[in-house]
């Protein structure tokens, strides 16, 4: 451990003090505000939002036939429902989703259920469908 011998501040009370976390172990103060009596913390952080909002939706003609979300567009999220006019259900998932109930893989959605997904481009969707012109709906963030 390092040598922590903490100096009282100028009116000669003690302060409180911790080690850095790397290689030097350096000794620092830690502060307190005294309005709020918060500690006070120096950091960075992103803001929340996002740059730009998008939807669409994407009808399967045909039964157990996969298809991509969207073409390249790239995103941080998408929230993908299954439209609430099919009579069947879809299943998201990657490349090799499958729809068939004996094997069905992915996420399956019945009529209005919806799931968010965390990808960086909806073109890593895939989507499948059990029975014809079943529509999924989505909504992106980027």
């Known amino acids: 451990m390092a040598d922590e011998a903490f100096k009282r501040d100028e009116n000669h009370v003690p302060v409180i003090g911790g080690v850095t976390d790397d290689s030097d172990l350096d000794t620092t ?83 209005t259920q919806g799931a968010w997904l965390y990808v960086n481009n909806l073109n890593l969707v895939h989507v499948i469908a059990d029975t014809d012109n079943s529509t999924a709906q989505y909504y992106y963030e980027n």
């Not at 309005?35 to 994407?58: C, I, M, Q, Y």
């Not at 003609?61 to 991509?68: D, K, L, P, V």
């Not at 979300?69 to 609430?84: D, M, N, P």
């Open 29 to 111: 103060q830690i502060r307190v505000d005294s309005v709020s009596k918060r500690l006070l913390v120096d950091a960075t952080a992103e803001s929340e939002g996002h740059g730009s909002l998008g939807d669409g939706f994407l009808t399967l003609a045909t039964a157990n036939a996969t298809a991509q979300l969207a073409s390249s567009t790239a995103c941080k999220r998408v929230f993908v429902s299954a439209h609430e006019k099919n009579r069947g259900v879809i299943s998201l998932g990657g490349a090799t989703v499958s729809g068939t109930l004996s094997t069905r893989t992915g996420i399956t959605l019945y009529p």
